[in-house]
T-cell receptor
């Protein structure tokens, strides 16, 4: 199993541009989540999904969209990038509600 | 007040030392407790996953949960230079889908 994979590893955007961060898992996990990690702030939940077709907002959802059309994939869309969205983004998945959560390698995003 | 508090360190110890890492929390409804290790520029890697109170041991790692004090600990015995990383605690309630993370403690083990 490849586990949780994320692409791209690095990205630089200009303010106002849009892009999609990709996340895929091959473990048949029901739950998937997106986090951002900023210095001194810890990991903060952006959006999560408890199954295909079901998504919900986390702690910091503004400026981000998600959809989940398949079990394997959970893309994160930045609609109009802002410098405040400069961060490291992690995707995570878990088998079900009471199971442990596994993280991908992350995407480093810089918005200028 | 943050849901989860963790001393950021940095913590520096000699090889072979016992390391103690801690987190405190404010929400008495937290039931699931986790410790992650994160190497520089990598994703968090799950080390320990415990439910409710008590101890759990896995090799050189021991996780302790004291729900009466709202305090969790991770002990690393016979620390190695390869243990040098940032350690994150995380927790959640029985029913909630959100995990609450500490900000991480940076550990360096000196050979």
């Amino acid at each position: 199993n490849a586990g949780v994979t994320q692409t791209p590893k690095f990205q630089v955007l200009k303010t106002g541009q849009s892009m999609t961060l990709q996340c895929a898992q091959d473990m048949n996990h029901e739950y998937m989540s997106w986090y951002r990690q900023d210095p001194g702030m810890g990991l903060r939940l952006i959006h999560y999904s408890v199954g295909a077709g079901i998504t919900d907002q986390g702690e910091v959802p503004n400026g981000y969209n998600v959809s989940r059309s398949t079990t394997e994939d959970f893309p994160l869309r930045l609609l109009s990038a802002a410098p405040s969205q400069t961060s490291v983004y992690f995707c995570a998945s878990r088998r079900g509600h009471n199971y442990e959560q596994y993280f991908g390698p992350g995407t480093r995003l810089t918005v200028t | 007040q943050k849901e989860v508090e963790q001393d950021p360190g940095p913590l520096s110890v000699p090889e072979g030392a016992i390391v103690s890492l801690n987190c405190t929390y404010s929400n008495s409804a937290f039931q699931y407790f986790m410790w992650y290790r994160q190497y520089s520029r990598k994703g968090p890697e799950l080390l320990m996953y415990t439910y409710s109170s008590g101890n759990k041991e896995d090799g050189r790692f021991t996780a302790q949960v004291d729900k009466s004090s709202k305090y969790i600990s991770l002990f690393i015995r016979d620390s190695q230079p390869s243990d040098s990383a940032t350690y994150l605690c995380a927790m959640r309630t029985n029913t909630g889908n959100q995990f609450y993370f500490g900000t991480g403690t940076s550990l360096t083990v000196i050979p």
